[in-house]
């Protein structure tokens, strides 16, 4: 992470008083979870946070390597028992992650980042998603 990536990180507390405000603001690192994600410390309101908060991925205990496996299977039209065989992982935390999927500015950012999706791999996902859920709704 670079100091700009730090630059743009706020504090998603909205009982603090920087609340989502850049200026002003004291955000530093605080390690890391165990998940390898990085964890963030608000010095004003005293509340430690995550980098993927605001994505689906926030409060998963997956790794990026196991999350970019599951996104990646799914895009090759694997069915949520089959990325089950093949992560080892419960197909309710599968299928949990995948419908908490949605998309945003700060979703885009984290897969193309941090999870390593190509642009083009991430329409193909938004498109997925977006059929998925037509399905489900008739």
Known sequence: MTVEDLQETVCPNPE???????????IIKRG?????????YCKYCKKFF??????AVYRKHLSGEEIRLIY????E??????????TGHHRDTISRL????????KMEEYLVKQI???ASECEKLWALLENRKRKSRK
């Open 16 to 26: 603090c008083e920087y609340y989502h405000r850049a200026e002003g603001k004291a």
């Open 32 to 40: 890391k979870y165990k998940t390898g994600h990085q964890r963030y």
């Open 50 to 55: 995550m980098d993927t908060i605001g994505t």
């Open 72 to 75: 990646r299977l799914f895009l």
């Open 77 to 86: 039209k694997n069915g949520i028992r089959s990325i089950e065989r093949i």
């Open 98 to 105: 995948i419908r908490e999927t949605e998309r945003n500015p």
């Open 116 to 118: 390593g999706l190509t």
